[in-house]
C-alpha cells in the first residue's frame, strides 16, 4: 500500500489527482456490491431493497427519536454522551483489553516478545502497519517503566492520543448562512443515516435545516431521506428517482436561500449506472451548487464505514484526489473491534476526523473527540 500520499494532502497540486483517476472509478465501484436491482422498477418499496435496511432494522420512529430525551436529561448530557460512546466502542475495547492481559499472563516484566506480541495486537484492530510499528517504537523507549497492565495501558492511552489529538481547526466555514454541506461515500457506508442524524443534531441546535436528495438512483434512497427528513424536523427539496443531481442540489440551495436556512445537507449516489463515472457526477454536483453560491459546497463531508478496515483509507484518498474533502465521518463503530481504524484514519490523513458513528439511532452520531476515544478506548 501506498503511504506517499498521505500527509501531503493540504499542498498537493491541482493536477496531481488526474494521474489517480483510472483507479478512482474502479474502487469506487469495486465497493458497489454487483447487484440485480439496476433494472428493478423504480417504486420498488424500501422495506424490499437489500441495501436500505434501515425500515426492518430500526426501531420504530418514535422509539427512535424519544431516545435522547429519556436519556439524557439536561445537566448531563457530556456523562451521557460518554457513555453512549463507551457502549458503541465495547467490541474494540473488549478486543483490546482482553488480548492486553493476557500478553501479560505468568509474566511480571515487559519484554521484547510481548512488545511483538502488542505490534500484532494493534495490527489486528487496524491501527494499521505503519501506525502500529510508530506506537511500539514509542513504547519500547518506555518498556522499562512498565511493570503491569495498568502501566502500560496507561503509557498506550498517552502515545496513541499525542499521534490523534489535533489542533483544534478553525471556526471560519461555519459562519456562512446557508452553510452547504456535501456528503459523499461509497455505497451503503451510511451517508443517508448520517444526514439524518446531522439533520436532528443541526434542529436541536435551533438551526433550520434542509435535506437535497441528490441520491437519485434509486426511488427507494428517496424515500429513505424523507424518513429521515421527517424524524429529524427538516426540509427536504426532492426530485423523481433518475433525475439529474446536480439538478436537485441546485434547487435545494436555490430554496435555502429563499427559505433562509442555516444548514443545508446534500446526499449523493455512493454508485451509479454503470456507465456514469461517480466522481464526474460528484464534481459536477460541487459545480452546480457553486454556481449559486461561490464559497460553496463549505463542506465537502466524506463518510467511511469503519468495519471496512483499511480499505477505509484508500477510499479516503481517492475521493480527496477527485473533489478535495475536507472533512471525515466514521461510521459503524459499534459494529467492529477493530476500532483502531480512527488511530489510523487520525494519524495517517491530514483531513479532520469529524463525526463518529456509535449505533444506527439518530441520536448515535458524535462530534469525534481524541481525548473522549482514548479514555472510552481502555
Ligand atoms: P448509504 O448508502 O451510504 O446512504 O448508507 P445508509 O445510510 O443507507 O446506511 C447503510 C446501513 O448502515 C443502514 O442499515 C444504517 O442503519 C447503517 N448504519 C449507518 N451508520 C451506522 C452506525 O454508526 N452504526 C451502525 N451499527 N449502523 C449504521
Ligand atoms: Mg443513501
Redesign the pocket.
Known amino acids: 500500500m501506498a503511504f506517499k500520499w498521505l500527509k501531503r494532502k493540504k499542498d498537493k497540486g491541482a493536477d496531481e489527482a488526474e494521474a489517480d483517476s483510472p483507479a478512482v472509478d474502479e474502487a469506487a465501484e469495486a465497493e458497489a456490491p454487483a447487484e440485480a436491482d439496476e433494472e428493478a422498477p423504480p417504486e420498488t418499496p424500501p422495506e424490499t431493497e437489500p441495501?436500505?435496511?434501515?425500515a426492518e432494522?430500526?426501531p420504530p420512529e418514535d422509539e427512535v427519536i424519544t431516545t435522547a430525551s429519556e436519556d439524557e436529561p439536561a445537566g448531563k448530557p457530556r456523562r451521557s454522551l460518554f457513555k453512549r460512546l463507551r457502549s458503541g466502542l465495547t467490541k474494540t475495547r473488549d478486543f483490546l483489553n482482553t488480548d492486553i492481559e493476557d500478553l501479560f499472563s505468568g509474566k511480571r516484566k515487559f519484554d521484547e516478545e510481548m512488545l511483538e506480541e502488542l505490534e500484532e495486537l494493534l495490527i489486528a484492530a487496524d491501527i494499521g502497519v505503519r501506525t502500529a510499528m510508530d506506537l511500539i517504537e514509542k513504547i519500547a523507549r518506555k518498556a522499562s517503566r512498565i511493570d503491569g497492565v495498568e502501566e502500560l495501558k496507561s503509557i498506550l492511552r498517552e502515545e496513541i492520543l499525542a499521534l490523534i489529538d489535533r489542533a483544534p481547526e478553525d471556526e471560519g466555514t461555519g459562519m456562512a448562512k446557508p452553510q452547504i454541506i456535501m456528503v459523499v461515500?461509497v455505497?451503503?457506508?451510511?451517508?443517508?443515516?448520517?444526514i439524518g442524524k446531522l439533520a436532528a443534531h443541526h434542529a436541536r441546535e435551533g438551526r433550520k435545516v434542509l435535506i437535497a436528495a441528490a441520491?437519485t438512483f434509486r426511488a427507494a434512497?428517496i424515500e429513505?431521506l424523507t424518513i429521515w427528513a421527517e424524524r429529524a424536523g427538516a426540509d427536504i427539496v426532492k426530485h423523481k428517482d433518475q433525475a439529474d443531481p446536480a439538478a436537485v442540489a441546485f434547487d435545494a440551495v436555490e430554496a435555502a436561500v429563499a427559505r433562509d436556512v442555516d444548514v443545508v445537507l446534500i446526499?449523493t449516489a455512493?454508485r451509479l449506472h454503470t456507465k456514469v463515472n461517480l466522481m464526474e457526477e460528484l464534481k459536477k454536483i460541487k459545480r452546480s451548487v457553486g454556481k449559486k453560491i461561490a464559497e460553496a459546497p463549505h463542506e465537502i463531508l466524506l463518510?467511511l464505514d469503519a468495519t471496512t478496515g483499511q480499505n477505509a483509507l484508500s477510499q479516503a484518498q481517492l475521493f480527496d484526489d477527485a473533489i478535495d474533502l475536507d472533512a471525515l465521518a466514521l461510521?459503524?463503530?459499534?459494529?467492529t473491534a477493530k476500532g483502531g481504524i480512527v488511530v489510523s484514519i487520525c494519524s495517517s490523513l491530514n483531513i479532520p476526523l469529524r463525526h463518529i458513528?456509535?449505533?444506527?439511532k439518530i441520536d448515535?452520531?458524535q462530534e469525534f473527540n481524541a481525548k473522549d476515544f482514548v479514555e472510552a478506548l481502555f
Do not use: F, M, R
Open positions: 441495501h436500505e435496511p434501515l432494522d430500526q461515500g455505497n451503503g457506508v451510511g451517508k443517508t443515516t448520517t441520491d434512497a429513505q446526499d455512493g463518510v461510521t459503524k463503530l459499534d459494529g458513528g456509535v449505533g444506527e448515535d452520531l
